[in-house]
């Protein structure tokens, strides 16, 4: 029989590359045979999720051949207290990702744009480019941080969106309050600022780092990401959130999935949102191991760009990001290469738990040596 011939709605779609995801525990330990392997290479939280996050879920898994609550009501109610917002502002998704490719899905119609940072997380460009978008990437400024000037003057008539990483993933880098004020100031209407939140909690900490919800709720008509996969530790769960105008929210409600957040993951984010704590604990560990693993390297003669998150990009002064992404593998260790990223000559670090980044700073230490 003849294959059929598939062609995407949009040409876009071809020249697209699939998600590079970090490598999976499991799948480095057989390949190499290590007994012990630690991976800082999704962002993950190295403290994993509350206890009462992992009860609850639990206990939902036992009810899970129902269907999840398609309205979120609980986990929704609970939101809007937390951040005093009608509940009527507020979207769930199955991760921040599925707001994000929802909010492409609603905005961008063939030949449209949208503006981002590049580099800058990579969802920016899959969203835009399934659906027939055309992103237009502004280059970092040399400090590794949004260029906003470049940015407003990338806009025009046909841009849509307007994505910020807040802080930027990969680089760690933050807009201040101020700088992100003025950007939105002369924000023309027609485009829809949607501020990814990803790493807020350790972000805040910051000095001048913005609270994009306090903005939305003091009338900013921004789109707001959280996510609870990153300080909370439910990134296996997938459950995200957005803050936004009710018009926008309402949109979205109409196209997303009904049921796009397991009634599993619902329970275990209610639960998180209890533990404030847990979440203080993981802030602080990986305020304090930033430092740790900054100087580390720096001792191997390496440098680090600032980060707000819970990562760290790692410049190996000139050395291939590849390579020493496969020597590290060898040692037991996952990172990230950043060569999709067109960042080459880097890797991108999760800070782990304090043994776990040792174990980085050795394998590290060897690593370059060899190269
Ligand atoms: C990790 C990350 C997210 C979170 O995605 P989820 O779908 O909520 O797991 C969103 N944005 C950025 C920039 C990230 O790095």
């Given at each position: 029989?003849?294959?059929?011939?598939?062609?995407?709605?949009?040409?876009?779609?071809?020249?697209?590359v699939?998600y590079q995801t970090g490598k999976?525990?499991?799948?480095?330990?057989?390949?190499?045979?290590?007994?012990?392997?630690?991976?800082l290479a999704s962002n993950?939280?190295?403290?994993?999720?509350?206890?009462?996050?992992?009860?609850?879920?639990?206990?939902?898994?036992?009810?899970?051949?129902?269907?999840?609550?398609?309205?979120?009501?609980?986990?929704?109610?609970?939101?809007?207290?937390?951040?005093?917002?009608?509940?009527?502002?507020?979207?769930?998704?199955?991760?921040?990702?599925?707001?994000?490719?929802?909010?492409?899905?609603?905005?961008?119609?063939?030949?449209?744009?949208?503006?981002?940072a590049w580099p800058a997380f990579i969802v920016?460009r899959?969203?835009?480019?399934?659906?027939?978008?055309?992103?237009?990437e502004?280059p970092l400024?040399?400090?590794m941080?949004?260029?906003?000037?470049?940015?407003?003057?990338?806009?025009?008539?046909?841009?849509?969106?307007?994505?910020?990483a807040?802080?930027n993933n990969p680089t760690g880098t933050?807009?201040?309050?101020?700088?992100?004020?003025?950007?939105?100031?002369?924000?023309?209407?027609?485009?829809?600022?949607?501020?990814?939140?990803?790493?807020?909690?350790?972000?805040?900490?910051?000095?001048?780092?913005?609270?994009?919800?306090?903005?939305?709720?003091?009338?900013?008509?921004?789109?707001?990401?959280?996510?609870?996969?990153?300080?909370?530790?439910?990134?296996?769960?997938?459950?995200?959130?957005?803050?936004?105008?009710?018009?926008?929210?309402?949109?979205?409600?109409?196209?997303?999935?009904?049921?796009?957040?397991?009634?599993?993951?619902?329970?275990?984010?209610?639960?998180?949102?209890?533990?404030?704590?847990?979440?203080?604990?993981?802030?602080?560990?990986?305020?304090?191991?930033?430092?740790?693993?900054?100087?580390?390297l720096?001792?191997?003669?390496l440098s680090c760009v600032?980060s707000?998150a819970?990562f760290i990009l790692v410049d190996l002064a000139g050395r291939n990001g590849e390579e020493v992404f496969r020597a590290l593998l060898?040692?037991?260790v996952i990172v990230r290469p950043m060569a999709g990223y067109d960042l080459p000559k880097t890797i991108r670090v999760t800070?782990?738990?304090?043994?776990?980044?040792?174990?980085?700073?050795?394998?590290m230490?060897?690593a370059?040596?060899?190269g």
């Amino acid at each position: 029989m003849k294959a059929p011939t598939y062609r995407p709605a949009y040409r876009s779609v071809e020249g697209l590359v699939p998600y590079q995801t970090g490598k999976p525990i499991e799948e480095v330990a057989r390949e190499l045979g290590l007994s012990q392997v630690v991976k800082l290479a999704s962002n993950e939280s190295p403290m994993g999720m509350p206890e009462a996050a992992s009860r609850a879920a639990a206990e939902a898994a036992t009810k899970a051949s129902r269907y999840p609550d398609g309205g979120c009501y609980e986990l929704k109610r609970l939101l809007a207290r937390k951040h005093g917002i009608p509940e009527e502002r507020i979207v769930l998704g199955n991760g921040s990702n599925d707001i994000l490719e929802l909010l492409a899905q609603l905005l961008v119609a063939e030949g449209d744009e949208t503006v981002y940072a590049w580099p800058a997380f990579i969802v920016y460009r899959l969203a835009t480019m399934a659906h027939g978008g055309r992103g237009i990437e502004v280059p970092l400024d040399a400090g590794m941080g949004h260029d906003l000037d470049a940015m407003a003057r990338a806009i025009t008539a046909r841009t849509r969106i307007v994505f910020i990483a807040n802080p930027n993933n990969p680089t760690g880098t933050y807009v201040t309050r101020k700088r992100l004020e003025s950007f939105l100031d002369h924000l023309p209407h027609t485009v829809v600022p949607v501020l990814d939140e990803a790493y807020f909690e350790y972000a805040i900490e910051h000095e001048g780092y913005p609270d994009g919800v306090a903005m939305a709720r003091e009338g900013r008509p921004l789109a707001v990401l959280r996510t609870f996969s990153k300080a909370y530790g439910l990134a296996g769960l997938r459950v995200g959130y957005a803050v936004m105008p009710e018009g926008l929210a309402s949109l979205l409600n109409r196209i997303r999935q009904p049921f796009n957040v397991s009634s599993v993951a619902q329970a275990a984010a209610a639960a998180a949102l209890g533990e404030a704590a847990f979440v203080g604990r993981a802030v602080r560990l990986n305020s304090t191991e930033m430092e740790r693993v900054t100087k580390g390297l720096e001792a191997l003669g390496l440098s680090c760009v600032p980060s707000a998150a819970n990562f760290i990009l790692v410049d190996l002064a000139g050395r291939n990001g590849e390579e020493v992404f496969r020597a590290l593998l060898k040692l037991g260790v996952i990172v990230r290469p950043m060569a999709g990223y067109d960042l080459p000559k880097t890797i991108r670090v999760t800070i782990g738990l304090p043994e776990e980044n040792g174990l980085f700073l050795e394998a590290m230490s060897t690593a370059i040596k060899k190269g």
